[in-house]
């Protein structure tokens, strides 16, 4: 039998992690339809039906929530499962690198395709707004580095 403190979380973490799906995927509609400076934390809160405190405590501030939108969109059907996690999944199951090379090619296609209305938004955002221009700045080095990883796993299968 699970004891009442072990139990709990699990509920609260339920909870927690459904309303800040609600909260991002209201936030990536209203920035989709009225963009980065014409969606107010306001807004999405009456969109998402939670209280504007409610977004700061599940998921941040206006750059956090437009961060957590593009990690959504990045992670697509496997959402909230962020993308290191179930590509290390994936390429940890593939020792041949021609093998490597096509389904990271693939992958780079179908993340590209949900993603870059994201980064479009995150681009002009970045134009008025200085924690949407560290984002910008931010998200470009994190690529860099997985990319960096997954030359180095394509490496090291070829081995």
């Given at each position: 039998m699970l004891?009442?403190?072990?139990?709990?979380?699990?509920?609260r973490h339920t909870l927690a992690a459904t309303t800040?799906?609600?909260v991002v995927?209201?936030?990536?509609?209203?920035?989709a339809e009225q963009g980065y400076t014409?969606?107010?934390i306001g807004a999405i809160a009456q969109r998402a039906g939670v209280a504007v405190q409610t977004i700061y405590n599940s998921v941040g501030n206006k750059v956090a929530v437009l961060s957590a939108v593009?990690?959504?969109?990045?992670s697509g059907p496997r959402s909230p499962t962020p993308v290191p996690v179930f590509m290390a999944e994936r390429t940890s199951e593939i020792s041949d690198p021609v093998d490597l090379v096509h389904m990271l090619a693939d992958w780079f296609v179908e993340v590209n395709e949900r993603t870059a209305p994201i980064h479009w938004i995150i681009r002009q955002a970045a134009s008025l707004d200085e924690?949407?221009?560290?984002l910008e700045r931010?998200?470009?080095?994190q690529r860099l580095h997985n990319y960096q990883r997954a030359?180095?796993?394509?490496?090291s299968s070829a081995v």
């Open positions: 004891e009442e403190s072990q139990s709990a979380p699990s509920l800040r799906s609600q995927d209201a936030a990536a509609q209203l920035f014409g969606s107010s593009l990690d959504a969109a990045a924690g949407a221009a560290e931010a998200r470009a080095r030359a180095a796993s394509s490496a």
